[in-house]
């Protein structure tokens, strides 16, 4: 068995077809034909309200920040652990970022962590979907409706995973925050490269969403021959992508299901072979709350300290398989650790020192996964 490498970007073999089609067509620029196949996808299958195509997740949550007129000073709320753009997005805005722990079962935000943490200068809660598991969405959108908050939904890793409210409907996760963002980089399920998408649920958002989406201007309206000229309307950037990065991502959503199916056979082969050590608490594996679906983002351990991860880490590497930890608590980190508040977050300091995530893409073959789990029941052995 050759390398089993931790990420390999998924391939459907149309891309380049897709692409050809956006060349032959003479236009390549953003918000062309590519693009709107990707949104009507979105909005008929997650009937999300708008969806703009972004560069990037970092670029959507940049724009999440624009729209929700994020000022100095305002305090956003959002896990610790998590990746730098979730908080950078604010803290360009000069935003005060209050990070809050993760869960004891989940590395997911702590739902119960939100409320203390609101002052009179609370603008916002950002839940990230940690491995594409749902924050409980009832509990966040009740707090931010109690106190008057936006609810920023970053789901960069939660493609096709659902959240089951009290009502019992299971609403695809970007779907409950005012406004959402995905990620379509090359380590999420369905990928272009680089390339992401802003979810705006709020009908308030919907329209400043496209100028600010198109450097400030309502050239968008003018396309659609709403206006009969198109100028500076607003702030803005250029946040769209290029109908060869659409063309590419559109040929990915196509196939959405087949990809899903498989990521989750894999997932679930994993945590068949790895079940007994779970249940025996060796080491402890993905945990998904029973209002929460698996989009098979991601499989991962946490280990029973850091230097156990460094020596399974070392023995997969032996056996030629690739594993990496993860997010660092922001809280601690260079730029944040003389900004934070000083509390402890000890939660988001475990899964940083000892959560480990194993190979998970669509290039798996059960006889790899098989052999993976095999070295690690060898290693807890
Ligand atoms: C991947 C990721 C991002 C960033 O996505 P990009 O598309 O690379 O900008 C942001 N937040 C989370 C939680 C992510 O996993």
Redesign the pocket.
Same mark, same amino acid.
């Given at each position: 068995m050759g390398p089993i490498v931790f990420n390999k970007p998924h391939y459907t073999g149309r891309e380049t077809l897709r692409i050809i089609e956006a060349v032959d067509s003479g236009k390549i620029s953003g918000d062309g034909i590519f693009t709107k196949k990707c949104h009507n996808i979105f909005t008929e299958r997650y009937r999300f309200r708008k969806t703009l195509l972004t560069t990037?997740? &970092?670029?959507?949550?940049e724009m999440a920040a624009l729209l929700t007129d994020i000022k100095p000073g305002d305090e956003v709320i959002m896990p610790s652990f998590?990746?730098v753009?979730?908080a950078n997005a604010f803290c360009l805005r000069h935003a005060k970022v209050v990070f809050a722990d993760s869960r004891p079962d989940h590395p997911g935000m702590d739902e119960d962590a939100i409320e203390p943490l609101i002052t009179d200068r609370t603008r916002a809660i950002v839940p990230?979907?940690?491995a594409g598991v749902a924050c409980n969405m009832d509990l966040i959108m009740a707090l931010a409706e109690k106190h008057g908050l936006y609810v920023i939904e970053?789901a960069?890793?939660a493609i096709d995973s659902y959240h089951t409210g009290k009502d019992g409907t299971a609403r695809p996760l970007g779907s409950s925050g005012h406004l959402s963002?995905f990620?379509?980089?090359e &380590?999420?399920n369905l990928q272009c490269g680089?390339?992401?998408a802003l979810i705006a649920n709020d009908p308030r958002f919907a329209d400043r969403a496209e100028i600010v989406w198109e450097k400030g201007t309502d050239r968008a309206a003018f396309w659609r021959g709403e206006v009969d000229k198109y100028g500076w309307v607003d702030i803005g950037s250029s946040f769209l992508p290029s109908e060869l990065t659409a063309a590419y991502l559109f040929a990915q959503l196509q196939e959405l299901d087949e990809i899903q199916r498989t990521r989750k056979g894999i997932w679930d082969r994993y945590h068949d072979e790895l079940k007994s050590l779970f249940a025996a608490q060796t080491v402890r594996g993905p945990h998904i709350p029973e209002y929460a679906t698996n989009n098979a983002h991601m499989f991962y351990l946490v280990c029973g300290s850091t230097e156990e991860r460094s020596r399974l880490i070392d023995h997969l590497k032996r056996s030629h398989i690739g594993s990496v930890f993860h997010y660092q608590s922001l809280h601690a980190s260079a730029y944040y650790r003389h900004r934070h508040d000083g509390r402890p977050l000890p939660w988001s300091d475990i899964y940083s020192d000892r959560l480990l995530r194993l190979p998970m893409h669509t290039s798996l073959r059960p006889e790899h996964v098989a052999f993976i789990s095999e070295r690690i029941r060898d290693f807890y052995g």
């Open positions: 990037s997740c &970092t670029d959507a949550l998590t990746f753009s979730t990230v979907h940690y970053d960069a890793q963002t990620s379509f980089h &380590t999420k680089e390339g992401g």
